[in-house]
Protein backbone atom coordinates (compact mmCIF):
# COMPACT_ATOMS: atom_id res chain seq x y z
CA UNK A 1 0.00 0.00 0.00
CA UNK A 2 1.48 3.36 -1.07
CA UNK A 3 0.77 6.40 1.07
CA UNK A 4 0.73 9.79 -0.11
CA UNK A 5 0.94 12.57 3.05
CA UNK A 6 0.42 16.28 2.41
CA UNK A 7 2.21 18.28 4.32
CA UNK A 8 0.24 20.70 6.82
CA UNK A 9 2.58 23.48 6.05
CA UNK A 10 3.05 23.73 2.51
CA UNK A 11 0.71 20.98 1.11
CA UNK A 12 3.80 19.01 -0.74
CA UNK A 13 2.58 15.42 -1.53
CA UNK A 14 5.21 12.89 0.39
CA UNK A 15 4.87 9.30 -0.72
CA UNK A 16 5.98 5.91 0.77
CA UNK A 17 5.12 2.82 1.29
CA UNK A 18 2.82 1.83 4.58
CA UNK A 19 5.17 -2.11 4.34
CA UNK A 20 8.35 -0.16 5.34
CA UNK A 21 6.20 1.78 7.83
CA UNK A 22 8.76 5.01 8.80
CA UNK A 23 8.29 6.30 11.93
CA UNK A 24 7.76 9.95 10.34
CA UNK A 25 7.29 11.48 7.41
CA UNK A 26 9.54 15.08 6.66
CA UNK A 27 8.85 17.06 4.20
CA UNK A 28 11.05 17.48 1.27
CA UNK A 29 9.83 20.83 0.90
CA UNK A 30 9.49 22.74 3.91
CA UNK A 31 11.13 20.33 6.41
CA UNK A 32 7.55 19.95 8.60
CA UNK A 33 7.46 16.75 10.09
CA UNK A 34 4.39 14.49 10.87
CA UNK A 35 4.44 10.84 12.97
CA UNK A 36 3.17 7.95 10.75
CA UNK A 37 1.55 5.08 12.68
CA UNK A 38 0.61 2.13 10.82
CA UNK A 39 -1.99 0.70 12.78
CA UNK A 40 -2.08 -3.53 12.43
CA UNK A 41 -5.02 -3.58 9.92
CA UNK A 42 -3.32 -1.20 7.80
CA UNK A 43 -0.18 -3.62 8.22
CA UNK A 44 -2.47 -6.19 6.32
CA UNK A 45 -3.26 -3.96 3.56
CA UNK A 46 -6.90 -2.49 5.49
CA UNK A 47 -7.23 1.52 6.18
CA UNK A 48 -9.16 1.77 9.52
CA UNK A 49 -7.39 5.01 10.95
CA UNK A 50 -5.51 7.28 8.87
CA UNK A 51 -2.07 6.98 9.47
CA UNK A 52 -0.83 10.53 9.19
CA UNK A 53 -3.92 12.65 11.73
CA UNK A 54 -5.30 9.12 13.27
CA UNK A 55 -8.82 9.79 11.69
CA UNK A 56 -11.07 7.49 11.34
CA UNK A 57 -13.34 9.00 8.60
CA UNK A 58 -12.23 8.22 4.83
CA UNK A 59 -14.15 8.48 1.29
CA UNK A 60 -12.94 5.96 -1.22
CA UNK A 61 -12.99 7.42 -4.95
CA UNK A 62 -11.22 5.34 -8.48
CA UNK A 63 -7.63 5.89 -8.57
CA UNK A 64 -8.13 7.51 -12.09
CA UNK A 65 -6.13 9.27 -14.47
CA UNK A 66 -7.87 11.78 -15.99
CA UNK A 67 -5.18 13.03 -18.42
CA UNK A 68 -5.31 9.39 -19.45
CA UNK A 69 -9.06 9.65 -19.70
CA UNK A 70 -8.05 13.32 -21.82
CA UNK A 71 -5.93 11.40 -24.39
CA UNK A 72 -8.10 8.76 -25.20
CA UNK A 73 -11.00 11.02 -26.10
CA UNK A 74 -8.34 13.38 -27.86
CA UNK A 75 -7.13 10.62 -29.93
CA UNK A 76 -10.80 9.48 -30.58
CA UNK A 77 -11.58 13.13 -31.86
CA UNK A 78 -8.61 12.85 -33.91
CA UNK A 79 -9.63 9.59 -35.31
CA UNK A 80 -13.08 11.01 -36.00
CA UNK A 81 -11.73 14.14 -38.00
CA UNK A 82 -9.06 11.70 -39.84
CA UNK A 83 -11.79 9.34 -41.41
CA UNK A 84 -14.90 10.91 -41.92
CA UNK A 85 -13.79 12.37 -44.59
CA UNK A 86 -13.50 8.78 -46.40
CA UNK A 87 -15.54 6.98 -44.17
CA UNK A 88 -18.75 8.26 -41.45
CA UNK A 89 -19.22 5.05 -40.28
CA UNK A 90 -15.53 4.39 -39.13
CA UNK A 91 -15.57 7.89 -38.02
CA UNK A 92 -18.07 7.28 -35.63
CA UNK A 93 -16.49 4.02 -34.53
CA UNK A 94 -13.42 5.98 -32.96
CA UNK A 95 -15.90 7.41 -30.77
CA UNK A 96 -17.67 4.28 -29.88
CA UNK A 97 -14.23 2.46 -29.24
CA UNK A 98 -13.18 5.35 -26.99
CA UNK A 99 -16.02 5.37 -24.84
CA UNK A 100 -15.95 2.12 -24.08
CA UNK A 101 -12.17 2.13 -23.83
CA UNK A 102 -13.10 4.52 -21.44
CA UNK A 103 -15.48 3.17 -19.73
CA UNK A 104 -13.40 -0.22 -19.20
CA UNK A 105 -10.44 1.78 -17.88
CA UNK A 106 -12.79 3.24 -15.46
CA UNK A 107 -14.45 -0.19 -14.35
CA UNK A 108 -10.95 -1.56 -13.93
CA UNK A 109 -9.16 1.31 -12.26
CA UNK A 110 -8.46 0.55 -8.45
CA UNK A 111 -9.93 2.37 -5.65
CA UNK A 112 -7.95 4.57 -3.73
CA UNK A 113 -8.81 5.92 0.06
CA UNK A 114 -8.39 9.57 0.79
CA UNK A 115 -8.29 10.76 4.47
CA UNK A 116 -11.14 13.63 5.26
CA UNK A 117 -9.17 15.54 7.50
CA UNK A 118 -5.50 15.69 6.14
CA UNK A 119 -6.40 14.38 2.57
CA UNK A 120 -3.45 11.79 2.85
CA UNK A 121 -4.16 9.09 -0.40
CA UNK A 122 -3.66 5.14 0.24
CA UNK A 123 -3.22 3.74 -2.77
CA UNK A 124 -3.22 -0.22 -3.18
CA UNK A 125 -5.70 -0.81 -0.27
CA UNK A 126 -8.11 -3.72 0.15
CA UNK A 127 -11.64 -1.85 0.27
CA UNK A 128 -13.47 -1.45 2.96
CA UNK A 129 -17.38 -1.25 3.72
CA UNK A 130 -16.70 1.27 5.98
CA UNK A 131 -15.42 3.60 3.52
CA UNK A 132 -17.90 5.17 1.42
CA UNK A 133 -17.59 7.65 -1.82
CA UNK A 134 -16.87 11.26 -0.78
CA UNK A 135 -19.60 12.92 1.32
CA UNK A 136 -20.16 16.33 1.13
CA UNK A 137 -21.43 16.64 4.17
CA UNK A 138 -18.58 14.98 6.03
CA UNK A 139 -15.99 16.90 4.15
CA UNK A 140 -18.10 20.43 5.63
CA UNK A 141 -17.88 19.12 9.03
CA UNK A 142 -14.07 18.50 8.67
CA UNK A 143 -13.89 22.26 6.97
CA UNK A 144 -14.90 24.14 9.90
CA UNK A 145 -12.81 21.86 11.84
CA UNK A 146 -9.67 23.57 9.99
CA UNK A 147 -10.45 26.15 10.08
CA UNK A 148 -11.17 26.45 13.43
CA UNK A 149 -7.84 25.36 14.29
CA UNK A 150 -6.54 27.81 12.35
CA UNK A 151 -8.14 30.73 13.94
CA UNK A 152 -7.00 29.82 17.03
ZN1 LIG B 1 6.15 21.12 3.71
ZN1 LIG C 1 -5.56 11.97 7.95
Known sequence: M????YCARCLKGTRFDAA???GAVVCRRCGERRDVTISPLMRDG???VCALCECGHLYVEKDFSAWL???VILGAVAGFLWAQAFDI???????????L???VMYRLCPLRAICYRCLATYQ???PSAEHKPYDLGVAARFASDFEERRRR
Open 46 to 48: KVD
Open 69 to 71: GLA
Open 20 to 22: SSP
Open 101 to 103: LDG
Open 89 to 99: VLAFGFLGAAA
Open 124 to 126: GAR
Open 2 to 5: KITS
